[in-house]
């Protein structure tokens, strides 16, 4: 299995992001990952323009985004920009993409949420097409382009791996027939998302590829301190917060607030990877052999855990949580 990060993404100074991701590369993780939000104080809005910054300060480390609202964008603007992050990090780009689910994001873009599937549905094949073919002509329901290049290129032949998020049935069938992987997000709980990797390998099937060529991927929440107890102390409330905040403020279609009081051991219960290292071994295992699980990307912070804390914490886990998958 291989390790991804999922860095630092709020606040004023990127160079802290930047710095994350050098130490990711330099303590052996596989790819750096960077979500897309708007009006938020948890993820930057422009996960491109980030990896832009952070292809120039690394070397060998892939750039995913996690995810990209690709319904928000035309599809031509997106093969240009992504195919500049993989030139100039030297083909390293995974386009990850979903199609959203914050009803203020498509408001505040004039997008109608009802047309978020349908968009989806006709940007990644156009996408597909401007990376491969010389000149593209297309007129869809959404989107038209005349005589359309890409240049420069990517540089992954024959394209740079695109990635889907997403939970709805028509989601995981369109990443089994159209995606390299399926990338869960951090808010579901192992049972939803083993039903969601179950479905994502028989789309595999229904498109005529073989279930197991598909990826199944996974962001999570991950903590490391000396003992649980001191894990729930430090993170416990901010990630408590993160959650009312984020994930069960908007109308997701899998994940649901438990009911009643909300303590940390309630939240993290089979979402959050939280305490020692050897019991962060032990759940990342199991999320491991339930999925079958191929990458494994880590967000080890939110606002409100002290930057001493989240570093400590990111030590615990390279040191003595990602040795034990090698």
């Known amino acids: 299995m291989k390790f991804g990060l999922s860095p630092l993404q709020a606040g004023s100074d990127f160079e802290e992001t930047i710095r994350e991701c050098e130490r ?3 303590d052996g993780f596989e790819s750096v990952w960077l979500g897309e939000h708007h009006d938020n104080r948890t993820l930057y809005p ?4 980030g990896l832009a910054a952070i292809a120039g300060r690394t070397r060998r480390v892939g750039l995913g985004t996690a995810v990209l609202l690709l319904p928000l964008y035309h599809p031509l603007v997106v093969a240009e920009e992504a195919a500049m992050v993989d030139m100039i990090s030297g083909g390293r780009l995974i386009l990850g993409v979903g199609v959203g689910y914050a009803p203020e994001e498509f408001q505040a873009f004039g997008v109608s949420i009802n047309e978020r599937g349908s968009r989806m549905d006709e940007a990644v094949p156009l996408i597909q097409r401007l990376w491969c073919e010389d000149k593209v002509t297309h007129a869809g329901r959404h989107f038209q382009v005349t005589n359309a290049t890409v240049s420069p290129r990517p540089v992954q032949r024959p394209r740079p791996p695109i990635w889907f998020g997403g939970w709805a049935e028509p989601a995981l069938r369109r990443a089994g027939r159209l995606g390299e992987a399926w990338l869960g997000g951090p808010s579901a709980k ?3 998302l083993a039903a969601c990797a179950r479905l994502y390998r028989e789309a595999r099937s229904e498109a005529g590829c073989d279930r197991d060529s598909g990826e199944v991927a996974l962001i999570r929440y991950v903590f490391v301190a000396e ?3 001191r894990a729930r102390e430090i993170a416990g409330r901010p990630f408590i917060r993160c959650f009312e905040d984020t994930y069960f403020r908007w109308p997701h279609p899998v994940v649901r607030r438990p ?3 909300l303590t940390i051991e309630r939240l993290a219960e089979d979402r959050i990877i939280l305490g020692d290292p050897a019991s962060c071994i032990e ?3 199991r999320f491991e052999k339930e999925l079958a699980l191929g990458h494994l990307v880590c967000r ?3 606002p409100g855990i002290p930057r001493d804390a989240a570093a400590s914490s990111m030590d615990l886990l390279t040191r003595e949580v990602l040795p034990a998958f090698v």
């Open 24 to 26: 990711a590369e330099a």
């Open 46 to 49: 422009a996960p491109l323009i």
């Open 190 to 192: 192992l049972d939803e």
């Open 227 to 229: 003992s649980a107890k």
């Open 259 to 261: 009911t009643g009081d």
């Open 283 to 285: 759940q990342i295992r």
């Open 300 to 302: 080890v912070s939110v």
